[in-house]
């Protein structure tokens, strides 16, 4: 599955780049490049969603759920 976030990037006071996926809290990161950056911030939100995927089936496990897609518009 394949989402579309906004990222947001800024000089870092002491150097280089700061990022952070604006509707994902908890993905964050910095590094000497834009392209470094650009990432890392990819590996960070992929690692976000996984672990919060994993605490749901954790949650949920034995119970019975139905999964359906849900689109939203955001801004």
Not at 3 to 8: M, R
Request: glycine share 6%; net charge negative; aromatic share 4%.
């Amino acid at each position: 599955m394949q989402v579309e976030l906004t990222a947001i990037f800024s000089s870092a006071p002491e150097g280089g780049v700061i990022a952070f996926v604006e509707k994902l809290p908890g993905a964050t990161t910095q590094g000497e490049t834009l392209d470094d950056v650009r990432a890392n911030l990819r590996e960070a939100a992929e690692l976000v969603i996984q672990a919060s995927r994993a605490l749901v089936e954790e949650e949920l496990a034995g119970a019975e759920v139905i999964r359906k897609p849900l689109r939203v518009t955001a801004w």
